[in-house]
């Protein structure tokens, strides 16, 4: 018996420029070198790549880290009732859609997504799918809800504490990522209103408790103002869109945006969209308003999370995501800040600081090459020009 004992073959990428994540300049000349999915080398200025390497030159293009959605629904079709489109359709319809929708996403540059929420877990069978063509998946399962609550017909509803507990070890026990919670409404479950609470502050402590007992992390769905109230009471890690809605508008007080920001709250920004897209009412009706908080809570120290909530709606098909990192760049945030807020920072809430959003040695080699300088202009993440995914070049038949 003879043993193969060539050398493994090795990919170096080479571009014109590097936004590696932690700089606020690009480093010129880069070269990144990749070996079994991960970097282990990277290098600026005309250095030689390693024999063993095949050597991909991108050009002009800027390579950077791929990047993170932490919020969005594989589950949801995108179309115009995402819900009508759920409900008619069986589990294994389903799971394929969202493996197209998941697709989508790669080749647009998101090599990692957060899914806060879906029908029978079916996000973590997507996840633990050996499946190159994906990106790496973090699964919140059915959002915890109350009876006829937001999202209830996902199948994960509770009342009172001790449901609340129960409903959180059961969701331990099947092996999510990180707990999502419903404290308010929302706007495409019909009979539900974002303008109201649906769990009191000891029911989200006790959702907190039991998440954070089992070592996971709890993010809270939370439009209404006496909701990210009864969030930030509760010890929550992060709050998705955080609109701060009342009745008749927006109302932020200052001392509720200087907790999120004392507590380190991370908030999932869920505010981009296409262009040219129309919200529903009661968010319409309240977007510049919602914006310009968003940007006060910049202002005020919180983390700021690139987030899409993509899936719910046309506006928000499963790529639309560099639409809301220019968002941010618009209402305060530097470039920097922004990209930031899609790569190392949303890399970190997700668990994945080790494996995600930097281009550095020992990180997995999720890239993307883009046609322009995203830290001068943010409209360059449009204009992919490459995907790596683990170091596999993502194209429209593997992604």
Not at 120 to 146: C, E, K, M, S
Not at 162 to 173: D, G, K, L, N, P
Not at 234 to 259: K, Q, Y
Request: aromatic share 2%; with cysteine; hydrophobic share 45%.
């Amino acid at each position: 018996m003879t043993t193969d004992r060539r050398p493994r073959q090795r990919l170096a990428l080479r571009a014109a420029g590097l936004f590696d994540g932690t700089g606020a300049t690009l480093r010129p000349d880069p070269l990144v070198l990749i070996d079994d999915g991960r970097i282990v080398a990277v290098e600026t200025g005309r250095v030689e790549p390693p024999d063993d390497a095949t050597v991909v030159d991108l050009g002009t293009a800027t390579l950077m880290p791929g990047l993170v959605d932490t919020h969005l629904h594989l589950a949801f079709d995108a179309g115009p009732d995402p819900v009508a489109a759920l409900r008619a359709s069986d589990d294994a319809t389903v799971l394929a859609g969202m493996a197209v929708a998941a697709r989508r996403a790669l080749r647009a540059g998101v090599t990692t997504v957060r899914d806060l929420g879906d029908r029978n877990y079916l996000a973590l069978r997507l996840r633990d799918a050996t499946d190159h063509g994906l990106p790496t998946i973090v699964a919140a399962g059915p959002p915890i809800t109350t009876p006829g609550g937001h999202c209830h017909f996902l199948g994960a509803t509770a009342q009172g504490e001790s449901a609340v507990r129960a409903a959180v070890r059961e969701h331990a026990a099947r092996g999510v990522d990180v707990i999502k919670v419903m404290a308010s409404g929302g706007f495409i479950t019909p009979g539900s209103t974002g303008l109201v609470p649906q769990f009191d502050a000891d029911e989200l402590r006790a959702a907190v408790d039991e998440a954070h007992r089992h070592g996971l992390p709890v993010t809270a769905h939370a439009h209404s103002t006496l909701s990210v109230a009864a969030a930030l009471d509760a010890g929550v890690d992060g709050i998705e869109h955080c609109s701060f809605m009342t009745d008749d508008g927006v109302d932020a007080p200052d001392e509720l945006i200087r907790r999120i920001a004392r507590q380190r709250v991370a908030i999932g920004a869920t505010l981009g969209a296409l262009p040219g897209a129309v919200p529903p009412p009661p968010v319409a009706q309240r977007l510049d308003a919602m914006r310009a908080t968003i940007g006060r809570l910049h202002r005020a120290g919180a983390q700021i999370l690139a987030a899409s909530d993509a899936g719910i709606g046309p506006p928000k098909p499963h790529d639309v995501l560099p639409y809301g990192i220019e968002l941010l760049g618009q209402i305060g945030l530097s470039n920097y800040e922004a990209l930031r807020a899609a790569t190392v920072e949303a890399a970190r809430v997700c668990g994945l600081a080790d494996r995600k959003g930097r281009v550095a040695p020992g990180l997995d080699a999720d890239l993307v090459a883009l046609d322009g300088d995203p830290l001068t202009d943010l409209s360059a993440l449009h204009r992919v020009a490459a995907v790596y995914r683990h170091g596999r070049h993502v194209t429209e038949e593997t992604g």
